[in-house]
């Protein structure tokens, strides 16, 4: 039930609290009973049509808890939401075991066995049957939505017949102790003890911990086809330790709903590892009347890695902002000394790249290739040559790119790229320097290895307008936005507005914040005093994580009047259940 739905209407109020009071009764005897575990807790939230994930219950079932009322159940089920398709397309895809898009009998019967209600195999054929619309005796996902909707359904009908008996018998047991005779007056099954009130319950968790589920499903519009498509590639680089990356400018002639999304994009010479976080972050040109400069940023993201976000953009000038954490992206800690041959002779003693630096070469081509045309225009080089050697190409230069090599339409070719590489090894007479010059600034090792950048693929649709231009205009470090304000002050304040707060003890106006999306959880300090404080967080109690930093124990300094973003956190294993556990001492 969301917030909109609890300031509605008196009838709806009514009504939400009385599928509430149908659902608490289908367990217990009545509303003044207690629940006593976080299974009842569970159960009674799968009555309401809920399926909350181990996150959500610990944030009602503290390690403080022993018991919650009706009130307390009420006021969950008003901030917590009822079954979503993304909690559907998960229950799928767990029930789903072999991954072949469809649920057997044997695999429904199996969960149904092992958890709730036990059913025998043709009771579940029966549940089967009655959704089957191409009787092929097992259930795609559309299916199983309409079995789990109407089984619901079905359910919460149940309850409220249950209900109204109890009720009934209820009443027809005061009326014999009182002497009023049955059916003299209509009673409602909704009386004012049933309305919520203030919980007395009060929260005492001595370190923060949060449960973060896995990936979900992006809930990208369904009718995206039909929306006017702009992408781009760029890519992340970690230079001195501090990161770098493409950026873009976004210009919007027309009002419209947008969809954006990032995903990162393998190297064929890079880490075997999870895939890096790659999100967006929106940015106006100027601040809206309340000094924001954000204006969207991407929290969901699916299997595969890529975020994605929806919102609605007014005509004007924006800024598109790559971003990443840092937890699976950080600066190499040592050098192979054994290094990769760039370079040898043939039988003519001509200096030829190898077979090895022309496939590399290949995929820088690729990759700064930045609208995928097959081609690198003179505004892609140019990127790639201030990446490389950090000067702009001029016109003399240009020229001497179309003196050497052919073009095609003005633009150069995969075959024109590796020519020059090939001239630039001649012109050396083999020395390699400023070969390795172009490998390290794209983000390669001396094994040739891509393990200092990270490229990926930005994909920015416009349902009502046409003509938007996504433009690569910088790789650069992150600038300074107007107010002074940084980039890190921009993300800084946008997990503050979506995460939750925690005081830290000992420190009235210091406050820790944590946000968690779908990949990964920020924690960020807020120090509101006149005075710089130094916190020590210890992270090392977090289940199945990793961090922007070596260490989960570490020391800040938090100036006044700032904010900081103390640690990223993400799942080792993407396989797993992680949870985020810190405890903070001022020092």
Not at 330 to 336: D, Q
Not at 443 to 464: H, R, S, W
Request: aromatic fraction near 8%; glycine fraction near 6%; hydrophobic fraction near 30%.
């Amino acid at each position: 039930m969301s917030r909109r739905s609890s300031r509605s209407s008196t009838m709806d109020q009514g009504e939400f609290i009385l599928e509430c009071k149908a659902a608490y009764l289908s367990m217990f005897d009545s509303i003044k009973e207690k629940i006593e575990s976080q299974d009842s807790l569970l159960e009674a939230l799968q009555q309401t049509g809920r399926n909350p994930s181990v996150k959500v219950l610990k944030k009602y079932w503290t390690n403080d808890t022993d018991e919650l009322s009706f009130d307390d159940f009420v006021d969950i089920c008003r901030k917590e939401p009822v079954t979503t398709s993304d909690d559907l397309m998960k229950a799928f895809r767990k029930i789903d075991i072999n991954g072949d898009g469809y649920i057997s009998l044997e695999e429904l019967h199996k969960i149904l066995t092992s958890k709730g209600e036990k059913k025998s195999k043709s009771e579940v054929k029966t549940m089967i049957d009655e959704v089957d619309e191409n009787r092929d005796g097992r259930l795609d996902y559309k299916e199983f939505c309409k079995m789990v909707m109407s089984t619901t359904e079905e359910s919460k009908k149940m309850q409220r017949k249950m209900m109204e008996r109890k009720e009934k018998k209820k009443k027809q047991e005061i009326e014999r102790r009182v002497g009023t005779p049955s059916g003299s007056r209509k009673s409602s099954l909704l009386s004012i003890d049933d309305l919520p009130r203030p919980s007395p319950r009060v929260k005492k968790d001595k370190s923060r911990q949060s449960s973060v589920s896995r990936s979900h499903k992006l809930d990208e519009p369904k009718n995206l086809r039909e929306w006017t498509h702009t992408k781009s590639k760029g890519s992340f680089f970690m230079e001195d330790g501090s990161l770098i990356c493409h950026q873009y400018d976004f210009n919007l002639p027309d009002d419209s709903k947008i969809w954006i999304t990032m995903q990162p994009q393998k190297a064929s010479r890079g880490m075997d590892s999870n895939p890096v976080d790659t999100s967006v972050f929106i940015l106006r040109d100027r601040p809206d009347e309340d000094g924001n400069l954000l204006v969207a940023f991407t929290e969901h993201r699916d299997g595969r890695g890529k975020y994605g976000v929806s919102c609605d953009l007014s005509a004007g000038k924006y800024y598109i902002m790559p971003y990443t954490t840092g937890c699976r992206f950080k600066s190499r800690k040592s050098e192979s000394e054994k290094e990769a041959k760039l370079v040898s002779q043939d039988k003519g003693g001509k200096y030829v790249i190898t077979k090895a630096f022309r496939k590399v070469l290949e995929d820088i081509f690729d990759y700064s290739d930045l609208d995928g045309n097959g081609f690198m225009s003179r505004k892609e080089f140019n990127l790639f040559n201030i990446r490389t050697s950090g000067e702009e190409v001029a016109d003399e230069e240009w020229q001497v790119v179309e003196d050497r090599i052919d073009l095609e339409d003005g633009e150069i070719t995969k075959a024109g790229f590796l020519q020059l590489n090939e001239l630039e090894a001649e012109d050396s007479e083999g020395d390699t320097e400023d070969l390795w010059t172009t490998l390290v600034s794209m983000g390669y090792n001396k094994q040739l290895i891509m393990d200092q950048a990270c490229p990926f693929q930005l994909d920015v649709y416009t349902e009502d307008c046409d003509d938007a231009e996504l433009d690569v205009v910088r790789v650069d470090s992150y600038p300074t936005y107007p107010g002074d304000l940084s980039f890190d002050d921009i993300i800084s304040k946008s997990f503050i507005k979506h995460g939750e707060i925690s005081r830290v003890k000992g420190m009235k106006d210091l406050c820790m914040y944590t946000y968690k999306n779908d990949g990964w959880a920020s924690l960020v300090l807020d120090n509101k005093s006149h005075t710089r404080v130094r916190v020590e967080l210890d992270c090392s109690r977090s289940e199945n994580v990793i961090s922007n930093h070596d260490s989960l124990q570490r020391t800040l300094r938090v100036d006044p009047g700032s904010t900081l973003i103390a640690y990223h956190l993400m799942p080792e294993d993407e396989d797993r259940d992680w949870q985020v556990k810190c405890t903070e001492t001022i020092r």
